[in-house]
């Protein structure tokens, strides 16, 4: 069982992973949500997932967004028995961050999707193409391919970023490659904005360069 004050202890200093600003604290759409990115309980969520859930529930938040999908089971347990799970605690599951790639796709499409997801996120991408502006473009194609798949499927396709994307290279910033290659309709951002900071630029700048392209933030 996981201890109250290590959860609470844990809780704290990773609350700053949520999915979107608190819309009572902000002026947010009304349909906006704060959730939790339960990576930053993965210790917890490992031994005890169940009783992980349950603690979240009972602190408030309403909206998770799982880092745990492997073998096609989400913390060990099938899409649909996920979605219950959550569902019986009062939560709804958003989003999940998985290692999808153009080989899984489309059995990772259908899973998300049985977990009553909105949500694919792409937490990164092989290292190989972050040594040069191609590779970034390479991504980006890669990045429409399943952001299309997504979107027939009733899916949205958002990519989460790091601070390397931020690294000029070649007098450009590839983060923006990532941006004006990818197609609005079928790839979102999910931007970290402790990241974009840390790599030093300026996320209202971002805002208004490319309106409407960051659908899901990480707070920290």
Same mark, same amino acid.
């Given at each position: &069982? ?17 999915? @979107? ?9 009304? $349909? #906006? ?44 347990? *099938? ?5 219950? @799970?959550?569902? +019986? ?17 489309? !059995?990772?499409?259908? +899973?998300?999707? $049985?977990?009553? &997801? *909105? ?8 290292? !190989? ?12 194609? +890669?990045? $429409? ?17 790091? #601070?390397? !994307?931020?690294? !000029? &290279? ?7 490659? @990532?941006?004006?290659?990818? +197609?609005?309709?079928?790839?979102? &951002? ?31």
């Amino acid at each position: &069982m996981i201890n109250r004050r290590e959860f609470v202890k844990t809780l704290s200093a990773g609350v700053a992973a949520s999915l @979107l600003m608190p819309k009572k604290l902000l002026a947010f759409p009304a $349909n #906006s949500s704060i959730g939790i990115q339960l990576y930053t309980l993965h210790q917890q969520m490992k031994n005890d997932a169940i009783g992980t859930l349950q603690k979240v529930a009972d602190v408030g938040f309403y909206t998770v967004e799982t880092a745990g999908y492997h073998e096609r089971k989400f913390y060990g347990f *099938s899409p649909k028995e996920f979605k219950k @799970l959550v569902s +019986d605690m009062g939560m709804i599951s958003q989003s999940s961050h998985a290692g999808v790639n153009l080989v899984n796709i489309d !059995e990772t499409i259908e +899973d998300t999707l $049985n977990a009553g &997801m *909105s949500y694919l996120v792409l937490p990164s991408f092989d290292r !190989e193409k972050r040594g040069s502006l191609d590779g970034f473009r390479a991504a980006a194609d +890669d990045f $429409n391919v399943m952001g299309e798949k997504c979107k027939k499927a009733g899916l949205s396709f958002a990519y989460h970023n790091h #601070s390397f !994307e931020f690294e !000029e &290279m070649e007098g450009k910033v590839p983060y923006d490659t @990532l941006l004006e290659n990818t +197609d609005p309709g079928f790839v979102s &951002m999910q931007l970290d904005l402790y990241w974009m900071v840390y790599g030093r630029k300026d996320p209202l700048a971002y805002f208004n360069k490319f309106p409407g392209r960051f659908e899901l933030f990480h707070v920290k």
